[in-house]
């Protein structure tokens, strides 16, 4: 079965550090990862997609099939960064059901 | 564009009733997905929309139902309430998941929170 895990539940980092949100998936096949992220009081929204390669407010992430992961890292965390991060994959051609991992939160200290 | 809108905000139901939620995604959006939200199951899928066709079904037992009308708005249904219902309740649009372009991002809504009493 299809299944994400997100080890942490709580990651607390000061400002300008250095931060890894940890993501691994099992699926046989080729899936699709994503990072979504809730601030407070907001509503969940894509925060980027392993297909398009690219560094969203400074986050990238990369899918290693090998270890099954795709860890989600920017090099100077802000403030501003403090929220839910959930991991997500999505299988058999639809982006319409994901299966989501419990989340991480992050704290950024200032 | 207005953004995904689900209605009720709130609803406080109790044991053996049955509820109705609705979803109205983004205009264009063809697509409408539902998950649960619980603080011990995280974001569980339970159906997909496209074309007023279930195309994806989660693991939830059949008291859980939807449906999507033609203007892609979407209800789903949850009969005969447990307890362990109690949830936020979140919609998603997109514009076609299936489409060729890989680029089909999920909007979502600000939920439902159903309280079972």
């Known amino acids: 079965a299809q299944r994400v895990t997100q080890p942490e539940k709580l990651l607390s980092v000061f400002k300008g550090a250095p931060v890894e949100l940890k993501c691994n998936y099992s699926?046989?096949?080729?899936?699709?990862l994503f990072w979504y992220v809730q601030y407070s009081r907001q509503r969940l929204q894509l925060l980027l997609r392993?297909?398009s390669r690219e560094s969203i407010k400074g986050f990238t992430a990369d899918l290693n099939k090998g270890e099954t992961s795709f860890h989600l890292k920017k090099p100077f965390a802000q403030e501003e960064d403090s929220a839910m991060y959930y991991c997500?994959?999505?299988?058999?051609?639809?982006?319409?059901?994901?299966?989501f991992g419990k989340g991480t939160k992050l704290s950024v200290k200032p | 564009k207005a953004g995904v809108t689900q209605t009720p905000r709130y609803l406080i139901k109790t044991r053996g009733q049955q509820v109705t939620l609705s979803c109205s995604p983004i205009?264009?959006?063809?697509?409408v997905s539902w998950y649960q939200q619980t603080p011990g199951q995280g974001l569980q899928f339970l159906f997909e929309?496209?074309?007023?066709?279930?195309?994806n079904k989660g693991n939830f037992p059949g008291r859980f139902s939807g449906r999507q009308f033609s203007n892609s708005r979407s209800e789903m249904n949850v009969s005969t309430l447990e307890l362990g219902d109690s949830a936020l309740y979140l919609c998603?649009?997109?514009?076609?998941?299936?489409?060729?372009?890989?680029?089909?991002?999920?909007?979502f809504g600000p939920g439902t929170r159903l309280t079972v009493l």
């Open positions: 392993h297909i």
């Open positions: 998603a649009s997109s514009l076609n998941p299936l489409a060729a372009s890989s680029y089909n991002e999920q909007f």
């Open positions: 929309y496209f074309s007023e066709t279930q195309r």
């Open positions: 997500a994959l999505s299988y058999g051609g639809s982006q319409g059901n994901l299966i």
């Open positions: 699926y046989s096949g080729s899936p699709e």
């Open positions: 205009s264009g959006h063809r697509s």
